[in-house]
């Protein structure tokens, strides 16, 4: 449900020439606050909103993401697995 919402909030931001635009001063998103989860602008990361925020360039939180996503892919892809071997051998034992 995080995920939808973060990736709903990205896909609402002004698009100009394929990067994404903050709507409060029309520059671009370049970096991802860690503490509010969104992304912010040059002029955003020295308001008093996000001064003391830990902050990343987009494309690194991009990647760590990915990574973080992937690990979690793999954790329910195993679990699955071990259901359906636990079902198989289950129905083995009723037939």
Do not use: M, N
């Amino acid at each position: 449900a995080k995920i939808i919402e973060i990736a709903k909030r990205w896909s609402l931001q002004t698009v100009k020439g394929g990067e994404k635009l903050c709507q409060k001063h029309q520059e671009v998103l370049k970096l991802f606050c860690r503490e509010d989860q969104a992304l912010i602008c040059l002029v955003c990361r020295e308001s008093q909103a996000h001064r003391h925020h830990p902050v990343v360039p987009v494309e690194e939180a991009a990647e760590e993401d990915k990574e973080k996503f992937q690990a979690h892919v793999k954790i329910l892809k195993d679990r699955r697995e071990k259901l359906l071997e636990l079902k198989r051998a289950e129905e083995g034992k009723s037939l």
